[in-house]
């Protein structure tokens, strides 16, 4: 059974940075693709951010494009997000996924691709 545990959320002034993580167990999960979601209040839920098993990664344009950074550690079982120079906008609850292990996605930021998600971590980013 495939479990991912978020953590790293936090209040954050505007312009500030965070760092988000995602620990995963079970499974072969080191050759997963694995994506951000986030849902902000009263909207909804849309992709961030996405990486696959060599490295490859894709993100969701205009609104992280160019501040938010994925990426994975050596053993692939952890991924990250390093969110700079955040705004009120990215005020949201953001979520980790897994695809299943050596999937190959078509579509990295496609969520139904994701059937295994984390509980989410509040990013709340003050004015």
């Known amino acids: 059974q495939v479990q991912l545990i978020e953590a790293g959320g936090g209040l954050v002034q505007a312009g500030g940075s965070r760092r988000l993580s995602c620990a995963a167990s079970?499974?072969?999960?080191?050759?997963?693709?694995r994506g951000w979601d986030r849902q902000a209040p009263g909207k909804e839920r849309e992709a961030a951010a996405a990486?696959?098993?060599?490295?490859?990664?894709?993100y969701k344009a205009d609104a992280v494009q160019g501040r938010f950074t994925i990426s994975r550690d050596g053993s692939k079982h952890t991924v990250y997000l390093q969110m700079n120079s955040l705004d009120p906008d990215a005020t949201a609850v953001y979520y980790c996924?897994?695809?299943?292990?050596?999937?190959?996605?078509?579509?990295?930021?496609?969520?139904?691709?994701?059937?295994?998600w984390g509980q989410g971590t509040q990013v709340t980013v003050s004015k």
């Open positions: 079970g499974g072969t999960i080191n050759n997963a693709a």
């Open positions: 990486i696959n098993w060599s490295g490859v990664t894709r």
């Open positions: 996924a897994a695809a299943p292990p050596y999937k190959w996605l078509l579509d990295l930021l496609n969520p139904n691709q994701y059937p295994y």
